[in-house]
């Protein structure tokens, strides 16, 4: 694993005079391991309540899947992920575990915020919150809407076999 010297020296180096200067703010951060630099361009691209100073951060920039994204390309990443690390000073790298959103919100990047968790405690979490079943009610009452005949609306699913 490189340090954030050796990570900074490398990507300045590469591709010639003047390659680091053409990247935006953020990503030159990113490189440089700065993690207040890369948390105060984050929060300027959000929705702050004024009146809760610790509140949701809610990102304004791309979004996919309901998530934010920073970069283009191959190199894309989850704003909330981001956030997790520069509040860490990109010391500690999540490797396979999930960013959780303590508090529900998937456009929330505020590091107070977030909690590394595995894949199965983000899972059990979710379903705990009852967020799929939310979900699933407001697609029905859309297809109701469109299709109120539609048979995925009368149809049971099949029973489970007895238990022995």
Known sequence: MTTPEEFYSYYTQEGGAGWFARLGELRQAIIRC?????????????????????????WTGAKRSGYGYIGRGPTNRLAHRISWEAARQFTQHLGSLSVHHKCGRRLCINPQHLAAVTHLENTAEMLGRQYYEARISALEDALRVYDPKNKLLTRLPKPLPPEE
Do not use: K, T
């Not at 700065?34 to 809610?58: N, T, Y």
């Open 34 to 58: 700065d993690g207040p630099a890369v948390l105060d361009i984050l929060r300027s691209r959000c929705i702050i309540d004024p009146d809760d100073p610790g509140g949701c951060w809610i």
